[in-house]
């Protein structure tokens, strides 16, 4: 059990705290939006009710959404774009290891299998990392506009007005500031992210040069 979670100590740790953020989002969303129905005059709903409204699915794939581009667009855009001195770039002119597939009579045995298939696979595979993230975005983008529309028919139904198809929410200005507030953060922090990394440090990481690296120095 200790090897285990010496191995895999990071992704179990940063689950672990999705995980207790989830449940704090639910709780906490659970009494808002049962405080709402209460200012209107009705009955409130327990959990596994809220989970289904357009509140909780909104506020939730909101959220993915913008992570799920911000990381997708991240690790294409590295593909052919570059930060001179930042331990997120790849080095401007340098072949580096991640742009290089080896001649099939020199893969090691434990090599994944798309690679030792070779052909479309391959083809299918060596992208397969920005292809997944960016169907997760495409999900929570889907996912956020069915759980906006019903959040905002629901508001329009307690307060008399007029309720719109999932088409013509996409229209909305609502639904766009939501999307690109989202946006815009992610962006920047890994903007800042890139930039920062020039110059700061942090010892011990892989997301940070060495502690002595001069600040042109680039990538990890």
Request: net charge negative; proline share 4%; hydrophobic share 40%.
């Amino acid at each position: 059990m200790k090897r285990i979670f010496y191995e895999n100590g990071l992704s179990i740790t940063l689950f672990a705290l999705f995980l207790f953020s989830f449940i704090g989002q639910t709780i906490t969303g659970h009494h808002q939006y049962n405080q709402e129905l209460q200012d209107h005059g009705r009955a409130g709903v327990g959990v596994g009710d809220y989970l289904k409204t357009g509140h909780f699915v909104e506020a939730t794939f909101e959220n993915w959404e913008s992570e799920f581009l911000q990381m997708g667009a991240y690790v294409w855009l590295t593909v052919f774009l570059f930060q001179k001195g930042s331990s997120e770039s790849k080095e401007p002119g340098r072949l580096e290891e991640p742009d290089v597939i080896p001649d099939r009579s020199r893969l090691p045995a434990d090599a994944p299998w798309p690679v030792r298939r070779g052909g479309w696979v391959l083809k299918l595979y060596q992208n397969s990392l920005t292809i997944v993230l960016l169907l997760l975005f495409a999900t929570s983008f889907v996912l956020h506009a069915a759980g906006g529309v019903s959040e905002y028919n629901e508001e329009q139904a307690l307060h008399g007005g007029q309720t719109v198809s999932l088409i013509q929410y996409l229209a909305t200005s609502r639904f766009w500031f939501e999307s690109l507030q989202n946006w815009q953060s992610e962006f920047f922090s890994i903007g800042m992210m890139v930039v920062l990394s020039i110059f700061l440090r942090q010892k011990g990481s892989p997301e940070s040069k060495p502690v002595a690296s001069p600040h042109y120095e680039t990538g990890a």
